[in-house]
């Protein structure tokens, strides 16, 4: 029983969770029917939770290619390209994402996940220093493990705090890879990268930024944050993913280094484990032109984002610091969250449950996540449902509680 012990804590808090008979964890689509509605249930549901940013995973164009794809080239590659070979497809989406970045070359890995283990495992090494934003993605951690290096955290978004942390290093700075997220998952809040990109490089450590929630999300032409800010150039790395506004799967690392090239001999995330099926890679490839071809996805995106969180902060829910593709909405506790996360299904709105610890600092929220394929209707259904659920439960007025303080009770980022 020893090994299962653990699992059993695991079981243990998912009973507990599951005992008012809501199951957030059986919760299974019978039928996608665009990228924004969703049959549950035997109900129709306006998905709200998807990471679907440009609205891609039913495009036309990005189907066919994808089909022609599997008829012409096979449903999978049946093994990694080291051992197994590339296929075509595999450098073409490499060049033309090099090309989108105007860096020097690319890598694609089976996910995003794996993007983080690979490239992060293979940089750095016991003794090498990985100094991340605290409130970065799992996969980075994990990377930062698995590479064996001294973990370091430094405060959310607090560019002060990076460079202090550095400067203590003293000469193991030259060791150091600094990790940021471009737009971070759980409450779609931007890193200062023009800060975070100055100290990086005068303390003479490298950067990485994992674009995966600003991908087609951010800066002019979609290339994300470090566009945004105009850093393009000062970024060691960019990681990213193919599962959001590119609507598929897979993950991705862009450099304008040369020792990028090295990475593939030394990375075991991509040496030991199948290459990204034929498919998949076509419809990214399309997804990618899409992207680049029109812009106005990633105007309606904004508009919808800009809506959203502007209509729950009206309500006086506590939102996360600032609009986004990802509006997080803070709640007291876990049994209100998950009670509001049902109510909102049966109101016909599916969002994300986020329990602890999954949520920055420890609290439980309820996150949407918005797409450019969602109307002007549906945004107004999504708030038409929040609202009712504002009315009906009893939050404290920090929370945008009947009792709350208004509008200025969301306004002011983290909830206690
Ligand atoms: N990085 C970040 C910041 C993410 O949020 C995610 C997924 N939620 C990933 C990486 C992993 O991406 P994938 O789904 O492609 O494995």
Redesign the pocket.
Known sequence: MGLFAKLETVGRARAAITAAGIDPFSTTFERLESPTRGVMNGRPVLLAGT?NYLGLTFDAGCIAAGCRALEEAGTGTTGSRMANGSYAGHRRLEEELADFYGMRSAIVFS????A?LGMIAALAAPGDVTLIDADC?A??YDGCRLSGADIIRFRHNDAADLAKRLRRLGSRVADTLVIV?GIY?MLGDRAPLVEITAATRAAGALLMV?E??ALGVLGEGGRGRAEEAGVLDQVDFIVG???KSLGN???YCVSPRPELEWVRYASRPYIYTASPSPGTIAATRAALQQLIARPELRRRLWENAARTYAGLRDMGFALGPEPGPVVGVFLPDAETTLGMWHALLREGVYVNLVLPPAAPGGGSLLRISLSAAHTAAEIDLLLAAFAVLRERTDLPAAFGGRKGTGTDAGAGGMAP
Do not use: C, Q, V
Not at 111 to 114: D, I, N, Y
């Open positions: 990471n996910t995003g996940f794996l983080n993605h996969s980075i997220e998952s994992d995966a929630h993913t193919f599962s799967i897979g993950g």
